[in-house]
Nanobody
Framework: QARLVESGGGLVQAGGSLRLSCAAS????????MGWFRQAPGKEREFVAA????????GYADSVKGRFTISRDNDKNTVYLQMNSLKPEDTAVYYC?????????????????WGQGTQVTVSS
């Protein structure tokens, strides 16, 4: 299983931007679909975005399409989530996840490795 470490969360005003990063250990990074999920207080964890191993396919939740962009740098074993036009409802703990050969719209259960999470807070 991959070990994942997220960074880049913080406090930002509505309309602002943040970029999350997730560094993964291991030598088979390209075999993992990488995803971002989030969980707000009192809510279920939800899918945000995912990207296939070679980066050829991406998927997004409807709530973030056009505002968030997922990308990966396989030379650095890192996946990114660029978040623009942030809204207060984007406030959540964001988790990076790795799924071995998972589909980009796979459920959370297909992702076997998870990071510790990073807090994103958007003020109105």
């Amino acid at each position: 299983q991959a070990r994942l470490v997220e960074s880049g969360g913080g406090l930002v005003q509505a309309g602002g931007s943040l970029r999350l990063s997730c560094a993964a250990s291991g030598r088979t990074f390209t075999s993992y679909t990488m995803g971002w999920f989030r969980q707000a207080p009192g809510k279920e964890r939800e899918f945000v975005a995912a990207i296939s191993g070679r980066g050829s396919s991406t998927g997004y939740a409807d709530s973030v399409k056009g505002r968030f962009t997922i990308s990966r740098d396989n030379d650095k074993n890192t996946v990114y989530l660029q978040m623009n036009s942030l809204k207060p409802e984007d406030t959540a703990v964001y988790y990076c996840a790795a799924g071995w050969l998972a589909a980009v719209y796979a459920s959370a259960g297909a992702f076997g490795s998870w990071g510790q999470g990073t807090q994103v807070t958007v003020s109105s």
